[in-house]
């Protein structure tokens, strides 16, 4: 894992199309924007794990 440090407004470069830049810093929580294009998913985890398990479940 690859751990960068960020102060807000500054921005991480993936690849040439995805920008994550922090927004704020509130506490324990991290805001985040990220840009990247149409084709790209960006999800939480949590949201993530919930999909993949609802096309597990429809390919049963």
């Not at 294009?37 to 939480?44: E, I, Q, S």
């Amino acid at each position: 894992m690859l751990i960068l440090t960020r102060r807000v407004g500054e921005t991480v470069m993936i690849g040439d199309n995805v920008t994550i830049t922090v927004l704020g810093v509130k506490g324990n929580q991290v805001r985040i924007g990220v840009d990247e294009p149409r084709d790209v998913a960006v999800h939480r985890e949590e949201i993530y794990e919930r999909i993949k398990n609802e096309q597990t479940t429809e390919e049963s």
